[in-house]
């Protein structure tokens, strides 16, 4: 059974350019999380969707961040124009939304450089 | 504000020992707590759940506490091995799942 699948692994890219992360969560699945992960601030959730309607977008840094859900297999984590402090590994994940439970199920993360 | 606290040190333990993690939180009320592993390069993988009406949650060498009135979880592995060495982060639910920083665990031969 396919896990959590994110694109690309790496990115390296310069200042102002348009970055595109991509995630499939796990079919059947119904909830979708964006997190971003550095050693300064940790793991930290960016938004999440509930059958692909952003619920909590609290966490997006500023507008240069967008994420969207167009389907239950696929969303984007969109960031235009990029910055140096980009810099970062961002994970996608997936749950099943059952009462009490709520474990995830991570990608292996796409890691960012900014230069 | 609401704050997560895990060892922010590495822990370095022999083979064989029992390795103990602590979380502690302010300022949360959460409905559970859960523990994930992550490996480096790798993403986080969820190991145990326990919710706040629970003391005590055990998965084979793994041992989870949950004191909701110290507002700590320790999290023990007993027996350890080298391939237990890995960060593990504590994640609590609130609202949303909020992750603490995670501790680094290596078990030395």
């Known amino acids: 059974d396919a896990g959590v699948i994110q694109s690309p692994r790496h990115e390296v890219t310069e200042m102002g350019q348009e970055v595109t992360l991509r995630c499939k969560p796990i079919s059947g699945h119904n909830s979708l999380f964006w997190y971003r992960q550095t050693m300064m601030r940790g793991l930290e959730l960016l938004i999440y969707?509930?059958?692909?309607?952003?619920?909590?977008d609290s966490g997006m840094p500023e507008d240069r961040f967008s994420a969207k859900m167009p389907n239950a297999s696929f969303s984007t984590l969109k960031i235009q124009p990029s910055e140096p402090r980009d810099s970062a590994v961002y994970f996608c994940a997936s749950s099943l939304a059952r009462p009490n439970t709520g474990e995830l199920f991570f990608g292996e993360g796409s890691r960012l450089t900014v230069l | 504000s609401q704050k997560i606290e895990q060892n922010s040190e590495a822990l370095n333990i022999q083979e064989g020992k029992t390795a103990t993690l602590t979380c502690n939180y302010t300022?949360?009320?959460?409905?559970?707590l859960q523990w994930y592993r992550q490996d480096p390069g790798r993403g986080p993988v969820f190991l145990l759940l326990?919710?706040?009406?629970?003391k005590e949650k055990r998965k084979e060498r793994l041992k989870v506490t949950f004191d909701t009135t110290l507002k700590q979880s320790l999290f023990h592995i007993t027996a350890s091995q080298p391939a237990d060495s890995a960060t593990y982060l504590c994640?609590?639910?609130?609202?949303?799942?909020?992750f603490g920083q995670g501790t680094e665990l290596s078990v030395k031969p």
């Open positions: 994640a609590l639910k609130g609202g949303k799942l909020i």
């Open positions: 300022n949360y009320s959460p409905a559970y």
């Open positions: 969707f509930n059958n692909n309607v952003p619920i909590d």
């Open positions: 326990i919710r706040e009406n629970e």
